[in-house]
Antibody
Framework: EGQVVESGGGLVQPGGSLRLSCAAS????????MRWVRQAPGKGLEWVAN????????QYVDSVKGRFTISRDNTKNSLYLQMNSLRAEDTGLYSC????????????WGQGTLVTVSS | DIQMTQSPSTLSASVGDRVTITCRAS??????LAWYQQKPGKAPKLLIY???SLETGVPSRFSGSGSGTEFTLTISSLQPDDFATYYC???????FGQGTKVEIK
């Protein structure tokens, strides 16, 4: 049974940048698609971005395209989310999740790291 | 984009009740649907995958059904540990439903 642990959240002003990290352990990180999901305070879950096992494919929700970049370092078992031009509506808990191969389900989730965009 | 509409948004029920939550897709997603349970301050937990397959370790009182555009999550006999928020998710573009909060009646 693996786990993922996020870090890098914090308070940032509108227009600022943050880089989130997700450290994976207990499973073969390089064999899985990985995802970022966010949850605004008191709201539901929203998928943010995906990256293929080897980093060759990336997808983003429309609201973050051109501002966020997902990446990974399989040598460090780590996933990243570079967030630029942050807006108030980007505030929320950001979690990384593993997509289990074959059925698409997100079977391992982290506890998340909180991003607050405010002046 | 495929939209997911989950209902109801809130459900009040008692221990022992049979509970059903519905998720409708704006177009067919075959059986590419999962259900998650989330408790306050906790990460979501996978309950059901491929619409009707029970995740290992999840109690058998949880079941999923449906295909195409209409799906249901059923809890056959609600237990105290089941009071939580439930989300459906489709995998054509990973959209989640709005969530259903199951509250104590």
């Amino acid at each position: 049974e693996g786990q993922v642990v996020e870090s890098g959240g914090g308070l940032v002003q509108p227009g600022g940048s943050l880089r989130l990290s997700c450290a994976a352990s207990g499973f073969s990180f390089s064999s899985y698609w990985m995802r970022w999901v966010r949850q605004a305070p008191g709201k539901g879950l929203e998928w943010v971005a995906n990256i293929k096992e080897d980093g060759s494919q990336k997808q983003y929700v429309d609201s973050v395209k051109g501002r966020f970049t997902i990446s990974r370092d399989n040598t460090k078992n780590s996933l990243y989310l570079q967030m630029n031009s942050l807006r108030a509506e980007d505030t929320g808990l950001y979690s990384c999740a593993r997509e289990r191969g074959g059925d698409g389900a997100f079977d391992i989730w982290g506890q998340g790291t909180l991003v607050t965009v405010s002046s | 984009d495929i939209q997911m509409t989950q209902s109801p948004s809130t459900l009040s029920a008692s221990v022992g009740d049979r509970v059903t939550i519905t998720c409708r897709a704006s177009q067919s997603i075959s059986s590419w649907l999962a259900w998650y349970q989330q408790k306050p301050g906790k990460a979501p937990k996978l309950l059901i995958y491929k619409a009707s397959s029970l995740e290992t370790g999840v109690p058998s009182r949880f079941s999923g059904s449906g295909s195409g555009t209409e799906f249901t999550l059923t809890i056959s006999s609600l237990q105290p540990d089941d009071f939580a928020t439930y989300y459906c998710q489709q995998f054509h573009y990973w959209t989640f439903g709005q969530g259903t909060k199951v509250e104590i009646k």
